[in-house]
């Protein structure tokens, strides 16, 4: 039976498309999403995560994130996260996040100037995150992505401090859809518990859809959130 108090809040902006099935998915892993419209001020007092889902958020004016970073619900969220809550961006909540400057880097339109669909391969670079927990090292996962502005990119000072700090937790393997730096797929803050990433584990949580890898992600979310409502206890 799902715990009612394992809450995961889903935010949802002007132009997200994304929600639902992230709610489903959460759903299905044993979580209770809760939808928080992006004009509230508040997140739920229960909630044990935060997940900024895909999507174009104000339409992908300006660039990708620009403008939901001032949404009202966002100082909640840098609160929640600055407490040790995990938060995971997906797509535009990865953009999102980037311009809030919750995570490193930005993200630019892909290399090939086109939105690219489909399947992708990932390796597992860090399994001690809140995202990761239930990987292996380096396994292989199989998950896919739909993004026309996805080319994570920081500059070489930036890049550096990202890689000694291990910030790294997903890189494309082999085939980068994008053209992101240094392959990377998946990025979180300095402290691990902050994760953006291009590919939608959402998607991929069920084998009739080819990969249920991203269970993988989604299900260390859960576990990660059940911890931290334990704690708020």
């Known amino acids: 039976m799902t715990d009612l108090r394992l809450r995961v809040a889903v935010v949802v902006f002007p132009g997200s498309n994304d929600e639902q099935a992230a709610a489903f998915a959460l759903r299905t892993l044993g979580a209770e999403p809760a939808l928080v419209w992006h004009a509230e001020p508040d997140l739920p ?56 400057g919750l995570l490193p880097g930005v993200l ?37 992505v739909k993004h026309g502005e996805g080319c994570w990119f920081a500059d070489e000072k930036l890049l550096t401090t990202v890689e000694a700090n291990g910030q790294v937790v997903l890189r494309y393997d082999e085939d980068n859809p994008n053209g992101s730096l240094a392959d990377v797929a998946a990025v979180a803050n300095a402290d691990g518990n902050v994760m953006g990433l291009m590919p939608h584990p959402e998607y991929a949580v069920d084998p009739l859809l080819g990969s249920s890898d991203g269970g993988l992600i989604l299900a260390s979310l859960v576990e990660a959130a059940r911890s931290h409502a334990a704690a708020l206890v």
């Not at 992708?120 to 292989?140: A, H, I, K, M, Y």
């Open 108 to 144: 630019r339109p892909n290399a090939s100037l086109r939105f690219v669909c489909r399947d992708v391969r990932l390796r597992v670079e860090r399994t001690d995150t809140p995202f990761t927990s239930n990987c292996e090292p380096g396994q292989r996962l199989t998950i896919p």
């Open 45 to 100: 007092r229960d909630a044990g995560a935060v997940v900024l889902p895909g999507g174009f958020s104000y339409g992908d004016y300006l660039r990708c994130g620009a403008i939901a970073r001032f949404a009202r619900v966002m100082p909640a969220i840098s609160s929640f996260a600055d407490a040790g809550g995990p938060v995971l961006g997906i797509c535009n909540g990865f953009q999102i996040l980037c311009e809030a």
